[in-house]
């Protein structure tokens, strides 16, 4: 058995805030212990809602945030140790592509600029017809080149944003939310470019995402996350959930098929503030299958039978 | 590449009627401070005493001053003191201010924090206060009055580039390029600054405006250029007190102040507009 | 019984532009319609157009008529509609952000709808208020209702610009995509409230989105947009079965679902034309995958299917049986 591409052990984020002259600082947990290891060739999902922390979790397996407490092992590497000289060289393995394909490019530079910058960061030398090569494989003509982003609709932006993540080969590519400023019709491009991206140039992908329904399409395991930790990891895109949030979260993703329809059970309560995390389980302020022990202690992720879970009464 | 943009964008600014008339103007000054010599019959500190106190005439189109020089010359050479004086300083100024600025903005911390406290408290003096106490150290001349003016503006400069690289900073495409593995003299340089630039360009052409008028109010008290030099300050002064024998004097070199300003200011707002409309365009909609 | 609400080939101009074109719409009490399009495709401005609020955004109507109630609204003029709005339709915004005023208390912001509406006391608008809130299941009403819009999430934001859209007692809610700057799971909760209300109360419910997902949930009817132009319009099950409208098709191809093959997800080449540059004949041909030389030169009609319902395309999926 081969040892993961990406391993993330302990991961936690910490914000403060305030801590002036006149307001008391607060601390924000935004991603709490979190544990995973990405084989070669996988694609992961994340799915969450808003302030599960998946952003802050893309961002610091980067190190475009630095982790407060937490390891990071890039194909056996210490990446969180490394020196800022070391990490510029390894950054040449990761890349990232952003959510908002209007401002994740600079709009005073040309799309061949766009794509020639990982190279000059780099201070590697650009090897002829790179820039043709990387648009052919995203799917944009070559006439494209010396175009602004201002002149590109939002899947071409998009399109760039990938050639530009690609440029070095990299081994591994993070995809915060790709298309969620995209129409469906857009979107639905895009999904499979990075599908067919990812078969020729052997990537391993960590997914963002907030639609479930996308996740399972694309995605081998899926990583359900909520305020900040790891509730689920489902072996399979097809998995049957355990853990009730992400069964809400299923139910409530509606599938475009009328004989499908159902009540939903809606969840009640307000989510917990990430300043104030409470004492127990996450969830259990909202969870409909509570028990005393969710709310005083945090249930551990437990991986029996390759399915990862972490409730004290899973489904 | 570039040049196509800068072409555009001239084009759109002389399309304005008030950026044709100011652009035209300052073409002019620019060409008679350039060409002076070629221009003008008379050496600037040729002085002849009996020609003194001349109004307009066809020998001489502006008149003489008190020592018989030939105003117009004097004008035109005026013309570079106050062009060269006021642009050079700004220039230092706009250097100065945005390597200050772009540092606080982009590491924050005890060092913004100590350059905002040193900025905002000499935004708190007045231009020509600041001015004033560096020339009194420096002593008058050239030197001084430069270096007052780049000091005085400074902090304009300081703090517009520091907001422009704060919002900047949180640009999606900023954090694709750290991403990539950006130093940080790559985002500054190659992102941030670039990008920031074009409001601290509208704001400097205004600061020359100004600048002008700060090097001849310290002309006028005669801590400006030192004679012979001409400059519109300086010859101004010497004018307030022949106000009523020989008004010319003071009246010239005002109104060349006060033109060539108010064409900067038209000038400006010409291009902040012109900005705009390549802004708007820009983004698509 | 003719329909509460009824479009007939109306067209919206904003400048030179038709953004709209020979729109045909109807809904009827108790009933949920959707509308449905991607970005560009003018849902936005059907629902400014019925509520008369084009002048905003400087368009107009330029043909056709709308009605509602069986009253002509360009008969009734500005204060005729003014009079509508709010009373009679019900308008819930995109971002519940912008839709509230964010240094009033949401509780008066609702209050103020009754009285203006029903002339209800300010007590009784309270209690009104109050009993709403309970209805759109907000805990403790009495609370939030002193509360100012920041401290409320966002879920519970667009629970009151839903409390105030029925204040006024309104026969018609026009909701514009209601829950798309929402979490997922209270996007469950506000459609399911939504429809909710529209059967408990036989009101209308004209719901702006570009989520198939959604309409296959909530909707009964169904029309789909297409670059200014309905390319049909068909009861919610017969849709999804058989699309008539090779657009539609694509669009539900294009969304990811139970059961789907890695690769499957078609996407549709090109993108949607922008206003101005509308092709000739029918709007879609240069993406679809039927397109012929008619299709090029004649701009299709909406005409009625046998099965119910209308379809615009010279070759139309589903043929009268």
Same mark, same amino acid.
């Given at each position: 058995?081969?040892?993961?591409?990406?391993?993330?052990?302990?991961?936690?984020?910490?914000?403060?805030?305030?801590?002036?002259?006149?307001?008391?600082?607060?601390?924000?947990?935004?991603?709490?212990?979190?544990?995973?290891?990405?084989?070669?060739?996988?694609?992961?999902?994340?799915?969450?809602?808003?302030?599960?922390?998946?952003?802050?979790?893309?961002?610091?397996?980067?190190?475009?945030?630095?982790?407060?407490?937490?390891?990071?092992?890039?194909?056996?590497?210490?990446?969180?140790?490394?020196?800022?000289?070391?990490?510029?060289?390894?950054?040449?393995?990761?890349?990232?592509?952003?959510?908002?394909?209007?401002?994740?490019?600079?709009?005073?530079?040309?799309?061949?600029?766009?794509?020639?910058?990982?190279?000059?960061?780099?201070?590697?030398?650009?090897?002829?017809?790179?820039?043709?090569?990387?648009?052919?494989?995203?799917?944009?003509?070559?006439?494209?080149?010396?175009?602004?982003?201002?002149?590109?609709?939002?899947?071409?932006?998009?399109?760039?944003?990938?050639?530009?993540?690609?440029?070095?080969?990299?081994?591994?590519?993070?995809?915060?939310?790709?298309?969620?400023?995209?129409?469906?019709?857009?979107?639905?491009?895009?999904?499979?470019?990075?599908?067919?991206?990812?078969?020729?140039?052997?990537?391993?992908?960590?997914?963002?995402?907030?639609?479930?329904?996308?996740?399972?399409?694309?995605?081998?395991?899926?990583?359900?996350?909520?305020?900040?930790?790891?509730?689920?990891?489902?072996?399979?895109?097809?998995?049957?959930?355990?853990?009730?949030?992400?069964?809400?979260?299923?139910?409530?993703?509606?599938?475009?098929?009328?004989?499908?329809?159902?009540?939903?059970?809606?969840?009640?309560?307000?989510?917990?503030?990430?300043?104030?995390?409470?004492?127990?389980?996450?969830?259990?302020?909202?969870?409909?299958?509570?028990?005393?022990?969710?709310?005083?202690?945090?249930?551990?992720?437990?991986?029996?039978?390759?399915?990862?879970?972490?409730?004290?009464?899973?489904? | 590449?570039?040049?196509?943009?800068?072409?555009?964008?001239?084009?759109?600014?002389?399309?304005?009627?008030?950026?044709?008339?100011?652009?035209?103007? !300052?073409?002019?000054?620019?060409?008679?401070?350039?060409?002076?010599?070629?221009?003008?019959?008379?050496?600037?500190?040729?002085?002849?005493?009996?020609?003194?106190?001349?109004?307009?005439?066809?020998?001489?189109?502006?008149?003489?001053?008190?020592?018989?020089?030939?105003?117009?010359?004097?004008?035109?050479?005026?013309?570079?003191?106050?062009?060269?004086?006021?642009?050079?300083?700004?220039?230092?100024?706009?250097?100065?201010?945005?390597?200050?600025?772009?540092?606080?903005?982009?590491?924050?911390?005890?060092?913004?924090?100590?350059?905002?406290?040193?900025?905002?408290?000499?935004?708190?003096?007045?231009?020509?206060?600041?001015?004033?106490?560096?020339?009194?150290?420096?002593?008058?001349?050239?030197?001084?009055?430069?270096?007052?003016?780049?000091?005085?503006?400074?902090?304009?400069?300081?703090?517009?580039?520091?907001?422009?690289?704060?919002?900047?900073?949180?640009?999606?495409?900023?954090?694709?390029?750290?991403?990539?593995?950006?130093?940080?003299?790559?985002?500054?340089?190659?992102?941030?600054?670039?990008?920031?630039?074009?409001?601290?360009?509208?704001?400097?052409?205004?600061?020359?405006?100004?600048?002008?008028?700060?090097?001849?109010? !310290?002309?006028?008290?005669?801590?400006?250029?030192?004679?012979?030099?001409?400059?519109?300050?300086?010859?101004?002064?010497?004018?307030?007190?022949?106000?009523?024998?020989?008004?010319?004097?003071?009246?010239?070199?005002?109104?060349?102040?006060?033109?060539?300003?108010?064409?900067?200011?038209?000038?400006?707002?010409?291009?902040?507009?012109?900005?705009?409309?390549?802004?708007?365009?820009?983004?698509?909609? | 019984?003719?329909?509460?609400?009824?479009?007939?080939?109306?067209?919206?101009?904003?400048?030179?532009?038709?953004?709209?074109?020979?729109?045909?719409?109807?809904?009827?009490?108790?009933?949920?319609?959707?509308?449905?399009?991607?970005?560009?495709?003018?849902?936005?401005?059907?629902?400014?157009?019925?509520?008369?609020?084009?002048? &905003?955004?400087?368009?107009?109507?330029?043909?056709?008529?709308?009605?509602?109630?069986?009253?002509?609204?360009?008969?009734?003029?500005?204060?005729?509609?003014?009079? &509508?709005?709010?009373?009679?339709?019900?308008?819930?915004?995109?971002?519940?952000?912008?839709?509230?005023?964010?240094?009033?208390?949401?509780?008066?912001?609702?209050?103020?709808?009754?009285?203006?509406?029903?002339?209800?006391?300010?007590?009784?608008?309270?209690?009104?208020?109050?009993?709403?809130?309970?209805?759109?299941?907000?805990?403790?009403?009495?609370?939030?209702?002193?509360?100012?819009?920041?401290?409320?999430?966002?879920?519970?934001?667009?629970?009151?610009?839903?409390?105030?859209?029925?204040?006024?007692?309104?026969?018609?809610?026009?909701?514009?995509?209601?829950?798309?700057?929402?979490?997922?799971?209270?996007?469950?909760?506000?459609?399911?409230?939504?429809?909710?209300?529209?059967?408990?109360?036989?009101?209308?419910?004209? &719901?702006?989105?570009?989520?198939?997902?959604?309409?296959?949930?909530?909707?009964?009817?169904?029309?789909?947009?297409?670059?200014?132009?309905?390319?049909?319009?068909?009861?919610?099950?017969?849709?999804?079965?058989?699309?008539?409208?090779?657009?539609?098709?694509?669009?539900?191809?294009?969304?990811?679902?139970?059961?789907?093959?890695?690769?499957?997800?078609?996407?549709?080449?090109?993108?949607?034309?922008?206003?101005?540059?509308?092709?000739?004949?029918?709007?879609?041909?240069?993406?679809?995958?039927?397109?012929?030389? &008619?299709?090029?030169?004649?701009?299709?009609?909406?005409?009625?299917?046998?099965?119910?319902?209308?379809?615009?395309?010279?070759?139309?999926?589903?043929?009268?049986?």
């Amino acid at each position: 058995m081969s040892a993961p591409l990406l391993k993330v052990e302990g991961l936690t984020k910490r914000f403060h805030a305030g801590g002036g002259l006149f307001t008391r600082q607060r601390t924000m947990t935004a991603v709490r212990d979190v544990d995973l290891a990405i084989d070669r060739g996988e694609v992961v999902g994340v799915v969450g809602e808003s302030g599960c922390g998946k952003s802050t979790l893309a961002r610091l397996v980067l190190r475009l945030l630095e982790p407060t407490v937490g390891r990071i092992t890039l194909d056996g590497v210490d990446f969180t140790g490394l020196s800022p000289k070391a990490l510029r060289s390894a950054r040449r393995r990761m890349a990232m592509v952003f959510q908002d394909p209007y401002s994740s490019l600079d709009p005073r530079y040309t799309v061949a600029d766009i794509i020639a910058e990982p190279f000059v960061v780099q201070s590697r030398a650009m090897p002829a017809g790179a820039i043709e090569e990387m648009l052919d494989a995203v799917g944009l003509p070559g006439t494209a080149a010396t175009q602004y982003p201002h002149q590109l609709s939002g899947g071409q932006r998009q399109r760039v944003g990938i050639a530009r993540a690609l440029a070095l080969r990299p081994e591994f590519v993070v995809l915060d939310e790709p298309t969620a400023s995209l129409d469906v019709s857009i979107q639905a491009q895009i999904i499979e470019l990075l599908s067919s991206l990812r078969d020729r140039f052997g990537l391993t992908y960590l997914f963002i995402s907030h639609d479930l329904g996308l996740v399972r399409y694309f995605c081998d395991r899926i990583v359900v996350m909520y305020l900040g930790s790891v509730c689920e990891i489902l072996p399979g895109a097809r998995s049957k959930p355990r853990h009730p949030y992400t069964s809400a979260l299923l139910a409530s993703s509606f599938s475009p098929d009328p004989a499908a329809r159902r009540e939903i059970i809606p969840l009640v309560g307000e989510i917990p503030s990430p300043f104030n995390l409470p004492a127990g389980c996450a969830f259990a302020g909202r969870c409909p299958r509570v028990t005393e022990a969710c709310r005083t202690q945090q249930p551990p992720l437990s991986r029996e039978g390759g399915h990862a879970v972490a409730c004290f009464n899973p489904l | 590449m570039i040049a196509a943009r800068h072409l555009t964008l001239a084009r759109t600014i002389f399309r304005r009627p008030g950026g044709a008339i100011a652009g035209t103007w !300052l073409a002019c000054v620019v060409l008679a401070a350039v060409f002076a010599p070629l221009l003008t019959p008379y050496a600037y500190d040729a002085q002849v005493l009996k020609e003194a106190f001349q109004p307009p005439s066809a020998g001489h189109l502006l008149g003489t001053d008190e020592f018989g020089r030939d105003l117009l010359t004097r004008l035109f050479y005026g013309a570079r003191t106050s062009l060269s004086v006021s642009s050079i300083s700004i220039l230092i100024s706009v250097v100065c201010g945005m390597t200050l600025g772009a540092a606080a903005g982009y590491f924050g911390g005890a060092f913004d924090r100590m350059v905002t406290t040193v900025v905002d408290l000499s935004w708190s003096f007045p231009e020509i206060l600041i001015a004033l106490i560096l020339v009194a150290i420096i002593g008058p001349g050239i030197t001084g009055t430069m270096a007052a003016i780049a000091v005085a503006y400074l902090a304009q400069f300081a703090r517009l580039t520091r907001a422009q690289i704060m919002m900047l900073r949180s640009e999606t495409f900023i954090e694709a390029a750290q991403s990539l593995g950006a130093s940080h003299s790559h985002v500054l340089f190659r992102h941030l600054l670039p990008n920031a630039l074009a409001p601290v360009l509208v704001s400097a052409m205004l600061a020359t405006g100004d600048a002008i008028i700060l090097e001849a109010t !310290l002309g006028f008290f005669g801590l400006g250029a030192q004679p012979p030099l001409p400059s519109w300050g300086s010859m101004m002064s010497s004018g307030s007190a022949l106000l009523f024998k020989a008004p010319w004097i003071i009246i010239f070199p005002g109104l060349a102040v006060a033109i060539t300003v108010v064409a900067i200011n038209l000038f400006g707002d010409a291009l902040i507009a012109a900005l705009d409309i390549k802004d708007q365009v820009r983004r698509g909609e | 019984m003719t329909a509460l609400l009824s479009l007939r080939d109306v067209s919206v101009d904003i400048g030179r532009n038709r953004l709209l074109d020979g729109i045909n719409l109807t809904v009827d009490r108790g009933q949920v319609l959707g509308l449905v399009g991607e970005s560009g495709s003018g849902k936005s401005l059907t629902a400014l157009a019925i509520t008369g609020l084009l002048p &905003l955004i400087g368009g107009s109507i330029t043909g056709g008529a709308i009605h509602f109630d069986g009253v002509n609204l360009a008969s009734i003029g500005e204060a005729g509609i003014r009079t &509508l709005r709010g009373k009679r339709i019900g308008f819930v915004m995109q971002n519940p952000m912008i839709a509230l005023d964010a240094v009033q208390r949401v509780g008066e912001q609702i209050d103020v709808v009754s009285r203006l509406h029903l002339g209800l006391s300010r007590q009784a608008a309270r209690l009104r208020t109050l009993d709403l809130m309970a209805q759109l299941r907000i805990p403790e009403p009495g609370a939030v209702a002193e509360a100012y819009p920041h401290q409320l999430s966002g879920g519970m934001k667009q629970r009151i610009v839903i409390a105030m859209a029925l204040a006024g007692e309104p026969d018609l809610i026009i909701a514009d995509e209601p829950t798309t700057a929402l979490d997922v799971t209270v996007q469950a909760q506000i459609i399911q409230i939504l429809t909710r209300l529209s059967r408990e109360r036989g009101l209308a419910l004209l &719901l702006i989105t570009h989520d198939m997902g959604v309409v296959a949930q909530a909707c009964d009817r169904v029309a789909v947009l297409y670059a200014g132009r309905i390319a049909e319009e068909r009861a919610v099950g017969s849709i999804f079965a058989a699309p008539a409208h090779p657009y539609t098709a694509a669009l539900i191809g294009c969304i990811p679902r139970e059961g789907m093959a890695p690769g499957s997800l078609l996407g549709i080449p090109g993108a949607v034309p922008t206003s101005g540059r509308y092709p000739p004949g029918c709007r879609f041909h240069p993406r679809c995958t039927n397109a012929a030389d &008619l299709c090029r030169q004649d701009r299709p009609t909406l005409r009625p299917l046998q099965s119910g319902g209308s379809v615009a395309c010279h070759f139309a999926m589903t043929e009268t049986p």
